[in-house]
């Protein structure tokens, strides 16, 4: 008579944490692509003076761009059955390290705001200015979406590891 294990393999993981890291990893990536291409919609702050036609403009739209659409494939490749051609380590650990980070420095912004809105912190004068643009309520957004991208990120990252262990 044969024993009837135990230990039950997870049920099948769900995708959606993948998919939606991917679409916040795309809505970061292309506001920096139009950003660089000297587009000022939805920037948080003066995009006048913001840096433009340089090293550090290039970096600042240009490379986030590139890094954050390569986020959204490595999103994809947690949760899609092409990325089990990948060693599981080989993702799902930077893309949870990338999580971490990222949902911190969601929660702090936010953090922030709560503190300098109660009055128990002021901003320096070097970014009052800064903070009383009009377009400083981007910032709620955009550290919004951060917040949900190293979630949602974390939550694939943990399920591929998950799914090794279990041998899927």
């Known amino acids: 008579m044969a024993m009837e294990s135990t230990v039950s393999l997870p049920a099948s993981q769900p995708a959606w944490p993948g998919y939606v890291a991917a679409v916040a990893?795309?809505?970061?990536?292309?506001?920096?692509?139009?950003?660089?291409?000297?587009?000022?919609?939805?920037?948080?702050?003066?995009?006048?003076?913001a840096p433009h036609g340089n090293l550090e403009a290039a970096i600042g739209y240009w490379v986030m761009g590139a890094v954050a659409t390569f986020g959204a494939v490595l999103s994809l490749a947690l949760v899609r059955p092409w990325g089990r051609r990948a060693p599981a380590l080989l993702i799902a650990v930077p893309s949870g390290l990338a999580a971490i980070g990222m949902a911190l420095w969601g929660f702090t912004y936010f953090a922030m705001q709560y503190l300098i809105t109660t009055g128990r912190v002021v901003s320096a004068p070097a970014f009052a200015a800064m903070d009383a643009h009009p377009q400083a309520t981007w910032g709620l957004f955009w550290y919004a979406l951060f917040l949900i991208w190293g979630i949602t990120l974390g939550i694939a990252a943990w399920q591929r590891l998950r799914a090794r262990q279990a041998g899927l």
């Open 25 to 49: 990893a795309l809505g970061y990536a292309a506001p920096h692509f139009w950003w660089g291409a000297d587009v000022p919609a939805m920037f948080p702050g003066d995009f006048a003076a």
